[in-house]
């Protein structure tokens, strides 16, 4: 199924509904931000996962459920549909991508809905409670900043943001602030890189839209989930993301669910080939 099974108005509620409930889940979040009561457990996966990752895939997930009954969804926490038909539209969501940072007293976390179409992400939100930032995809190609304070019943300000036209002599990477490695060091190195600074969760993909940082090389395993709302943004602001090697665009409802390693970026970088 296109978008175009999609009317414009079709998908301009779902997004705005998509953007509510992402401020509704940073409101359930943030009451247990940096509290010293914080119910903790790791997954099989040894991952963790908190009574706030809960909590905003409560929210999430009953919002959509009880307005897109017909369209399933996939959360990395508990409820997810199976998925069966991968090139019909389906739910990805990470209610609290970031979870380390979290635990870390970091505001670098982040609540991310998106909404795939024909294996790609068509809208997304991205919304950063403890740091105030929200970004949105309001219809394709429209990437929008919206202003704090966020609430579920007000829109405020927004402005459309746009990946730079980046200088491929002097470029700025933004690098994982948790899963830093070898091989994504190796990778940078072989570019011209003139700043790099570190981030948390999806926060990554946010910068490169907002024309802030122009590469984001992610050496490393993720899910689908860590990376389907931030990647709509940035699809949307004029950025990329290709997996490596390959160079492909990156697609999903893969079995497993798992992304190959992958490459960020803004406009006009030169990606090098492996």
């Not at 997004?15 to 940096?34: K, Q, S, W």
């Not at 905003?56 to 997810?80: D, F, K, T």
């Not at 919304?127 to 105030?132: E, G």
């Amino acid at each position: 199924m296109s978008s175009s099974r999609f009317s414009d108005a079709d998908l301009a509620a779902l997004a705005r509904h998509m953007r509510d409930l992402a401020v509704e889940a940073g409101a359930a979040i943030m009451p247990h931000f940096r509290s010293a009561s914080l119910e903790r457990r790791d997954k099989p996966d040894g991952t963790p996962v908190t009574a706030a990752d809960l909590a905003a895939n409560a929210v999430i997930l009953a919002g959509l459920r009880a307005n897109y009954p017909g369209i399933p969804l996939i959360s990395e926490e508990e409820g997810s549909d199976v998925l069966t038909e991968p090139e019909r539209p389906f739910f990805l969501i990470d209610p609290l991508d970031g979870t380390k940072e979290f635990l870390n007293g970091s505001g670098q976390f982040t609540v991310n809905i998106a909404l795939m179409v024909d294996r790609l992400p068509l809208l997304g939100v991205v919304y950063a409670p403890a740091i105030a930032r929200l970004q949105w995809v309001r219809g394709p190609g429209d990437a929008v900043e919206e202003t704090p304070p966020h609430a579920a019943d007000r829109i405020g300000a927004l402005t459309q943001i746009r990946c730079r036209a980046a200088d491929n002599a002097a470029l700025t990477a933004v690098l994982s602030r948790s899963h830093m490695n070898p091989e994504t060091r190796a990778y940078v190195a072989r570019y011209a890189v003139a700043a790099a600074s570190n981030a948390g969760s999806s926060l990554k993909f946010c910068l490169l839209a907002a024309g802030e940082a122009d590469l984001y090389p992610r050496m490393g395993p993720t899910c689908e989930w860590d990376t389907a709302a931030a990647h709509a943004v940035l699809r949307a602001a004029g950025g990329h993301v290709t997996a490596y090697p390959g160079g492909e665009e990156l697609r999903y409802g893969k079995p497993g669910l798992r992304n190959p390693f992958f490459v960020a970026c803004g406009a006009g970088v030169n990606l090098l080939p492996a």
